[in-house]
């Protein structure tokens, strides 16, 4: 690994802002929070030993943020729009889960509030692709 000089302080290593998307953003804050939230029922169920579900939990729950993240450094607006498109499947996939452990008698139920975080997501995202669709021609 190549060293740094010695002149060159660690604020040197961070990203300008001006290079990110530093912006207040609804999509982006409500994934992160879901994130979290979802990452508080996963420790529930990897305390009742139910590692699988909480690992595909974790995936799928997680990469719902991660996939809003990158449409915000997007290529192009079709790029934007996949990016996106991703997310929701991820949420849908997120959603299969979460309604499994709901209804499975062996796990924890999940709190009511991740259904409606994950409800909201999937409506914002729904309404940005089909906006960004249409002002896209």
């Not at 849908?92 to 909201?120: G, Q, V």
């Amino acid at each position: 690994m190549i060293g740094l000089p010695s002149n060159v302080g660690r604020e040197f290593l961070l990203i300008p802002s001006a290079m990110r998307n530093d912006r207040q953003n609804l999509i982006v804050n409500l994934t992160y929070s879901f994130s979290l939230s979802l990452l508080e029922y996963t420790d529930l169920l990897d305390l009742t030993r139910k590692f699988t579900i909480a690992r595909q939990l974790i995936r799928s729950g997680t990469s719902i943020g991660a996939n809003v993240r990158e449409a915000q450094n997007a290529e192009s607006k079709i790029d934007f729009i996949h990016k996106l498109k991703i997310a929701a499947k991820e949420a849908d996939e997120t959603s299969c889960w979460l309604s499994l452990c709901k209804d499975a008698p062996s796990l924890p139920t999940p709190p009511e509030l991740l259904f409606d975080h994950l409800h909201s997501i999937t409506k914002i995202l729904s309404r940005i692709i089909a906006t960004t669709k249409s002002s896209a021609g």
